[in-house]
């Protein structure tokens, strides 16, 4: 009988001239040249190096060359992803929970104001942090208010008071009851909604939320959504199979504390939200904490 010896085990030892900096440039400089290739399509398919014009100037600042030292590099990228806004450019500017906009809205600023999980809270085999992100109307003004920055700052401030305790956002523990709000006259169109333990946690929000526009809060517009289905407790076991892969289901309402981090402005007409109050220190509000 022959017998047939296995093939030897690949080496998958680092050669000993390996250069950690050079693998990574022949990594990285191909994936990033691709982005200011596509960035600057305008250039053409048959753009060569020139600073002729101000976007081939543009790009030739943007692309990376094999001499590029690590400086270089990272000033190339800096470039393209943050002053040149490619970070943001056709891409999902993440700030929160993504929210459909409702009419009739043209020209009145929104406040979104946005909750997440602490880090060390989140449970074992949880995908993610859960979050929630809840917002209000700016039904007195418009963009093209001459007081709006004015006013901007004192919502800032009623911000900083009713959401902020010792630099730290205050806790909402979200859950399975559905607490709707419906008062489009004072910015809550359509009936805004907040997955929440219990109603007073709930209201308490809301109420929160009136006091920083300095509208009436009135609890006979509050409607109430009670689901027979239980929230997830515990890790999720329970699989499902999505285009070939096994994928665990999603945890339905689960009860979860989560914090206030920031509140930002969006503006109709102004491309980027102008953030009013921040504990997380990422972003440049407009009042400190």
């Known amino acids: 009988m022959t017998t047939i010896a296995p093939a030897p085990p690949p080496d998958d030892k680092l050669p000993d001239n390996f250069n950690p900096f050079e693998h990574l440039q022949k990594i990285y400089i191909p994936q990033h040249n691709v982005l200011v290739k596509n960035y600057f399509s305008d250039l053409g398919n048959d753009w060569k190096p020139n600073i002729a014009s101000p976007r081939s100037a543009l790009r030739v600042a943007c692309t990376m060359v094999d001499s590029d030292n690590q400086l270089m590099m990272s000033l190339r990228h800096h470039l393209l ?7 943001r450019k056709n891409l999902l500017v993440y700030y929160g929970s993504q929210e459909a906009i409702e009419p009739p809205v043209i020209g009145h600023p929104k406040i979104v104001f946005y909750f997440s999980q602490d880090s060390e809270a989140v449970a074992v085999g949880q995908a993610r942090k859960a979050d929630a ?27 900083k008071t009713q959401f902020v305790e ?23 169109a359509n ?19 009136c006091n920083v526009v300095d509208v009436p809060f009135d609890e006979e517009k509050i409607t109430l ?15 499902q199979v999505v285009l070939g892969k096994t994928k665990k289901v999603k945890a339905y309402r689960r009860v979860s504390n989560v914090r206030f981090r920031y509140a930002y402005c969006l503006i109709p007409g102004e491309p980027q939200p102008l953030f009013l109050v921040d504990t997380t220190f990422r972003y440049r509000a407009l009042v400190d904490i």
């Not at 992803?81 to 970070?87: K, R, S």
């Not at 992100?133 to 911000?159: D, F, G, H, Q, W």
């Not at 805004?192 to 939320?209: F, H, P, Q, S, W």
């Open 166 to 188: 010792s630099k730290r956002g205050i806790i909402l523990t979200k859950g399975k009851l559905g607490v709707i709000y419906k008062d489009p006259k004072n910015g809550f």
């Open 225 to 239: 959504s009670t689901p027979k289905k239980n929230s997830t407790v515990g890790e999720v076991t329970k699989t």
């Open 133 to 159: 992100e809840y917002s209000v109307r700016l039904m007195e003004l418009e963009n093209t208010s001459i007081n709006l920055k004015t006013k901007l700052i004192e919502i800032a401030k009623e911000i």
């Open 191 to 209: 009936g805004r909604r907040i997955l929440a333990n219990t109603e007073g946690d709930a209201v308490d929000i809301y109420k929160r939320i």
């Open 81 to 87: 992803f943050d002053l040149l806004g490619y970070g």
